[in-house]
């Protein structure tokens, strides 16, 4: 009933930028947190960003000063524009939503939900 759609991956050498797209579609009455993601070969998946409904962001202490996340809530969309990229950034990347959705009963509920992922690599 709701999907999460990303796009924006790809290959980029060290120094190069990418910009990664979420777009939020299904019966969504209002997204709170949405966030981006990342899990690197061997290692756990981490916060790389995050941004309320109120537009306050938190970034992971290894992306501050060279990523920055934004969202049109108009639009069910979140961005994150990666500038400076390094090798160790190299991760598959993945959007998240806190939302509000309605059943098919129609009762509205809260969930969260993930997307399927974007590949992004970074070459040295």
């Known amino acids: 009933q709701v999907q999460l759609v990303e796009s924006g991956g790809g290959l980029v050498q060290a120094g190069g930028s990418l910009r990664l797209s979420c777009a939020a579609s299904?019966?969504?009455?209002?997204?709170?947190?949405m966030s981006w993601y990342r899990q690197a070969p061997g290692k756990q998946r981490e916060l790389v960003a995050n941004?309320?409904?109120?537009?306050?962001?938190n970034y992971a202490d290894s992306v501050k000063g060279r990523f920055t996340i934004s969202r049109d809530s108009a639009k069910n969309t979140v961005s994150l524009q990666m500038n400076g990229l390094k090798p160790e950034d190299t991760a598959v990347y993945y959007c998240?939503?806190?939302?509000?959705?309605?059943?098919?009963?129609?009762?509205?509920?809260?969930?969260?939900?993930w997307g399927q992922g974007t590949q992004v690599t970074v070459s040295s």
């Open positions: 998240y939503a806190d939302l509000i959705m309605r059943l098919a009963n129609g009762v509205a509920t809260g969930r969260r939900y």
């Open positions: 941004i309320a409904s109120g537009g306050i962001t």
């Open positions: 299904g019966s969504i009455l209002s997204i709170n947190d």
